[in-house]
């Protein structure tokens, strides 16, 4: 089938951008931004030179199309990094004037990359009780490479070899499946075009039988039955398969409107070609490339409301739900919600809230993206890709410590009690979990359903072996589990293994970055990135504790930003880049290794001592007032955020992000503020928030986005 023809039907929507910024004072812009741009940054940042691979020349004052960059503009500015102490200072009025103009325009719409949530102030969506509903962009969203493989199984249930996904994710910080982060190009056409054909040829296989085709494992019925070459199909055969298409590929049956186009397409290739199995082929292929087949199809085709909100279709809402839950288009509640838009708005509303608390309580359903949330939320999932120079006692691959998480959240989960402040506070604990205790839930994505695991057992003359327990703590291996640590040593999520090691370096902890985790995903605030030019190092002193080393961040150039990181990562000092609880660190005795050499004068190597470990920090600038000050370790530091209301209020923002797949803006407010208020009259239900989410008017309804050019 021509591509104009399969394609052209989702390009506009991949196209659209954001609407032009409204908010902003487009004199301003005029007499004072651009100038300054000009005065201050193109020197550096312009048509003939880009520093950091940053262009501003050619920012304008369509603050939507540009918004990644204004805000680093703007955040760059406001706290003074830009421009370099070496250039001449600008006039601090018109550098306000420059962030103030700036913040009116993108501070009121969502940033486009998954990092810059915060961008907009947390106050503006919590501080004001908000009484009107948001909605979405209408969207064709391309689905994540985990749905496209279950696309594949589902309308090919055999082995398929050669399909090549089409779909990958990009490696930004945070939640990586946004919907606007990815546009059709020429590569992935090509390849779903290929797998089209690929997939229509196992489902047409055939083989002949007394001199009649007859079907091969795999294939379909109503699709081997127009594979005679010298047989004109009958019309009803060529519906009937259509119709067998339309429910494998869209999880639906095709409207009489669908029926006719594609067996039109069929009756005009056979025509043109003579080629009746040929034409029949690229029919079924027609359906697979479909925009609500390859894509996640949500532009609102419900009746229109006031203000030009659209709510989803019933077989959007059925596939926006399932996708979002799991990775696979179900048909399950179809008929319930054609039922209930017949009723209104507030019957569809039930109808969804209905399915989705009986699919997040039904072993067999497809949540799988429900625990994926708290692997991209925690990103402990990393620790496997750090590499480490394992001594013999961490002889445990970095996955096993992954899995134990992974088996901790699970439980915290199912129990859906308090889950945050359980996720962050747990005394709890999973050491070395076997699968042999738990074969159905210990596996990389845990079903939020699953139950506490049997008491953990040693197999049969097992004796204890140096491993992953001492990473723990434990001397020897618990009887049962999950397991509390040792006492004021590890809690939460924060402080398992696996987290410690997914933020370290190769041989080192990582302050800077933890501390950056706590800053954007527990307290909501924002920390620029680093500055063009600026080499981030520490001095490889070994004489000297990391804390001591760390103290070159004290500089004026680089305390701006790392005041609001480090305070709240040396905290985390307290476990090693192993994710051991120590309460010393090793740094070199210059002394002793001077004069560690043999009778000749040769060194003999370095020499170590311990000395005391300090795991102080400090809350700062949190907005929160109540979080302000000293902590003494990071047990208190997790302590007193996870009791705070931000602190659940920012989770509920990211949370927002992953199911809704784009950051929220201010008309999101409502939805946040139902979110956090269903959390918390349900007692900390995790479910009860995905829910309230699920169900809110920005997740059912669309309004449209600009078409390129600005045309509507």
């Known amino acids: 089938m021509p591509r104009p023809t399969v394609f052209a039907g989702c390009l506009w929507f991949l196209a659209a951008g954001p609407a032009t910024a409204t908010g902003a004072d487009d004199a301003v812009y005029t007499g004072t931004v651009k100038p300054f741009l000009a005065a201050h940054c193109v020197k550096c940042h312009g048509p003939e030179k880009q520093l950091g691979d940053v262009r501003l020349d050619d920012l304008t004052a369509d603050a939507g199309k540009h918004a990644e960059r204004w805000a680093a503009v703007r955040d760059q500015v406001r706290d003074g990094l830009m421009p370099p102490a070496k250039e001449p200072k600008p006039d601090q009025a018109k550098a306000r004037q420059v962030v103030a103009w700036a913040s009116a325009a993108i501070g009121t719409r969502p940033a486009r990359l998954p990092n810059q949530g915060n961008l907009i102030p947390h106050e503006l969506l919590f501080g004001t009780p908000a009484k009107v509903g948001g909605a979405s962009p209408a969207r064709v969203w391309r689905l994540a490479p985990p749905a496209y493989q279950s696309f594949v199984r589902g309308v090919f249930r055999e082995r398929l070899d050669g399909i090549v996904s089409p779909f990958a994710l990009l490696g930004e910080r945070g939640f990586r499946d946004f919907a606007d982060l990815y546009s059709l190009d020429e590569a992935s056409t090509e390849l779903l075009l290929r797998n089209a054909a690929l997939i229509v040829d196992a489902q047409t296989g055939t083989e002949v039988k007394n001199g009649k085709p ?426 007193k955020i996870a009791n705070s209301d931000r602190a659940r209020q920012v989770f509920v923002r990211h949370a927002f992000r992953y199911f809704l797949g784009r950051n929220e803006s201010l008309a999101d407010a409502k939805t946040l503020q139902d979110a956090d208020a269903a959390y918390v009259k349900s007692g900390g239900s995790f479910k009860a928030l995905v829910e309230s989410l699920l169900t809110s008017d920005s997740f059912l309804y669309r309004v449209a986005a600009a078409a390129p050019g600005g045309a509507k």
Not at 245 to 268: C, G, I, M, N, P
Not at 306 to 317: D, F, K, Q, V
Not at 423 to 449: A, E, G, I, S
Not at 468 to 483: A, K, L, M, R, S
């Open 214 to 639: 007859t079907g091969r494992n795999g294939s379909v019925r109503e699709f081997v039955e127009l594979m005679a070459p010298d047989v004109e199909p009958a019309r009803a055969k060529l519906e009937a398969a259509v119709q067998a298409q339309f429910r494998l590929a869209v999880a639906r049956s095709a409207t009489a409107d669908e029926v006719e186009r594609y067996v039109a397409l069929y009756q005009k290739g056979a025509k043109a070609t003579g080629d009746r199995t040929g034409a029949a082929k690229t029919m079924l292929q027609a359906v697979l490339l479909r925009a609500d087949a390859m894509y996640r199809y949500e532009v609102g085709t419900g009746p229109a409301e006031a203000g030009g909100r659209r709510m989803l279709s019933p077989s959007e809402i059925e596939q926006a739900v399932s996708l979002t839950l799991g990775n696979k288009r179900v048909a399950t509640f179809a008929t319930t919600l054609n039922a209930a838009s017949a009723k209104g708005p507030a019957a569809v509303r039930e109808a969804v809230a209905n399915h989705v608390r009986a699919s997040l309580t039904d072993p067999k359903a497809d949540t799988e993206r429900v625990m994926g949330f708290f692997r991209e939320y925690f990103e402990y999932h990393r620790a496997p890709e750090v590499f480490k120079d394992k001594p013999k006692e961490f002889v445990h691959a970095a996955a096993q410590l992954v899995a134990d998480t992974d088996r901790l959240v699970a439980g915290i989960v199912a129990a859906d009690k308090d889950v945050f402040r359980e996720l962050l506070t747990t005394p709890k604990t999973f050491v070395n979990y076997t699968v042999k205790d738990d074969k159905k839930t210990n596996r990389k994505n845990v079903p939020v359903q699953a139950v506490p695991p049997p008491p953990f057992r040693k197999e049969k003359g097992e004796v204890f072996k140096p491993g992953v327990e001492p990473v723990y703590g434990f001397t020897e291996w618990p009887e049962n589990q999950p397991v509390d640590a040792p006492k004021d040593t590890r809690i939460g999520v924060l402080m398992q293994p696996s987290w410690l090691v997914a933020w370290s370096t190769n041989f080192e902890t990582d302050p800077v970055r933890r501390g950056r985790w706590v800053r954007e995903r527990l307290l909501g605030g924002t920390v620029p990135d680093l500055p063009i030019g600026v080499v981030a190092q520490v001095p490889d002193e070994p004489h000297r504790t990391f804390r001591d080393r760390l103290t070159v961040t004290r500089a004026a150039q680089c305390w701006k930003c790392h005041q609001k990181m480090d305070e709240l990562g040396l905290p985390f000092e307290q476990f090693d880049h192993y994710g051991r609880f120590r309460t010393t660190e090793a740094v070199r005795d210059t002394e002793a290794t001077a004069k560690n050499v043999d009778k000749k004068g040769k060194p003999l190597g370095p020499i170590d001592k311990q000395v005391p470990l300090v795991t102080t920090g400090v809350i700062a600038d949190s907005g929160a007032p109540s979080l302000e000050g000293p902590v003494k370790d990071p047990r208190e530091m997790i302590r």
